[in-house]
Nanobody
Framework: QVHLVESGGGLVQAGGSLRLACAASGRAVSTYTMAWFRQAPGKEREFVAAISWSGGSTLYADSVKGRFIISRDNAKNTLYLQMNSLKPEDTAVYYC??????????????????WGQGTQVTVSS
């Protein structure tokens, strides 16, 4: 069993930055592929970014490429999402997710086994 807890959300002006964190606990969690998804009001959940268990491979949605950076610290069992140049359309609840162990990166939410409770990010114009 893996438990995920997100933090770092908040209100920021357009053009600003936020750093989300996801603290993971559970057996062998450092071997899990991790990802961030988001869901805006009235919209479907969408993939944001994913990272392999080693951190050697990453994948981004086109909408965030060049602005967001996903990273992980396996010594701390923590996943991060550095969000720069934020836009109002980035407003959503952000969720971290885990699949594994040692499973391939995927953009498909249904293939992730564990989810956090989410953290709200609001970008004002």
């Amino acid at each position: 069993q893996v438990h995920l807890v997100e933090s770092g959300g908040g209100l920021v002006q357009a053009g600003g930055s936020l750093r989300l964190a996801c603290a993971a606990s559970g057996r062998a969690v450092s071997t899990y592929t991790m990802a961030w998804f988001r869901q805006a009001p009235g919209k479907e959940r969408e993939f944001v970014a994913a990272i392999s268990w080693s951190g050697g491979s990453t994948l981004y949605a086109d909408s965030v490429k060049g602005r967001f950076i996903i990273s992980r610290d396996n010594a701390k069992n923590t996943l991060y999402l550095q969000m720069n140049s934020l836009k109002p359309e980035d407003t959503a609840v952000y969720y971290c997710a885990a699949r594994g162990p040692s499973r391939a990166i995927t953009t498909v939410g249904e293939r992730y086994d564990y989810w956090g409770q989410g953290t709200q990010v609001t970008v004002s114009s």
